[in-house]
């Protein structure tokens, strides 16, 4: 395919902030309200699979260091996910956070 394709891409976004948010104490609640959001924006492949589109569609790209639009989207959504994540969770469990960089990490 080629880089100048263009895809139709639908960006999830969260507009609605988790009741609760994780700490030491309240795991199982926590996982049932971001289960339920994240399943119903069908955004379940970002946190069971580590599998990221080609970050380059052909090596003529690769050469001129143009990223694929599928990567670009991935990279984007997850993103936003994993912000999601990180804001839904308390300062004590933040810092255990730190360093991971992606939903599927998280």
């Not at 902030?17 to 069908?42: C, H, T, Y």
């Not at 997850?78 to 998280?106: C, H, N, R, Y």
Request: proline share 3%; hydrophobic share 40%; charged share 15%.
């Amino acid at each position: 395919m080629s880089s100048a394709t263009q895809k139709s891409f639908n960006l999830q976004t969260f507009h609605t902030p988790l009741a609760i948010k994780l700490d030491n104490e309240n795991f199982l609640l926590w996982q049932q309200q971001v289960l339920a959001s994240i399943r119903g924006m069908k955004l379940q492949k970002f946190i069971t699979s580590s599998n990221v589109p080609a970050k380059f569609a052909t090596t003529e790209d690769a050469a001129s260091n143009t990223l694929s639009q599928d990567y670009e989207h991935h990279v984007q959504q997850d993103q936003l996910l994993t912000a999601w994540l990180l804001a839904s969770m308390s300062t004590p469990i933040l810092t255990k956070m730190v360093g991971l960089e992606t939903s599927f990490q998280i």
